[in-house]
């Protein structure tokens, strides 16, 4: 009996370690814009990028005014949203980490201001091949609260 006990104990601290050990790593090596764009999605479909033009796409955020009072609205909003942490924020791109609420699992969220008036985005999972429609319900998510603020007179709505 204490054979199985310790048997299926090592099995569930196993399963923390491996969980554990995949749940953050490091953040890919083409993040960024490269030549005027952000990397293009994987082939897996844990992923969304207003810049494809294939099942993976999902709309770019629209604003009008500046550029400066959109960055100020989308960072309000990212900065209102659970387990989410600023990574880079320059000019024209944002790169936001978003942590699963359970495993701790990390997305990358990118936003590029390009053209003026357009802001894309791309919302990819580190780890993983599906991603239950989390990446793309995370900009939906983002769209609604960043239209919410420019109705709003620029106040993040949370």
Avoid at 86 to 100: A, L, N, R
Avoid at 119 to 135: C, H, L, M, P
Wanted: net charge neutral; charged share 20%; glycine share 12%.
């Amino acid at each position: 009996m204490s054979r199985k006990r310790w048997g299926g104990g090592f099995v569930w601290i196993a399963v923390l370690a491996l969980t554990a050990g995949c749940s953050g790593g490091r953040p890919p090596s083409n993040l960024g814009v490269t030549e005027g764009r952000l990397a293009p999605c994987p082939g897996s479909p844990n992923c969304v990028s207003s810049e494809t033009t294939n099942e993976q796409r999902v709309e770019p955020l629209p604003y009008d005014g500046d550029a400066a009072r959109a960055r100020i609205r989308l960072l309000e909003v990212l900065n209102g949203m659970e387990r989410t942490r600023v990574v880079q924020s320059t000019g024209d791109y944002v790169h936001v980490e978003v942590h699963s609420a359970i495993f701790g699992f990390v997305d990358d969220v990118e936003f590029y201001f390009s053209p003026p008036g357009i802001i894309q985005v791309r919302s990819a999972s580190r780890t993983g091949y599906y991603d239950f429609g989390v990446n793309r319900e995370r900009v939906e998510t983002l769209r609604a609260r960043f239209t919410a603020t420019a109705e709003a007179g620029g106040t993040a709505a949370r």
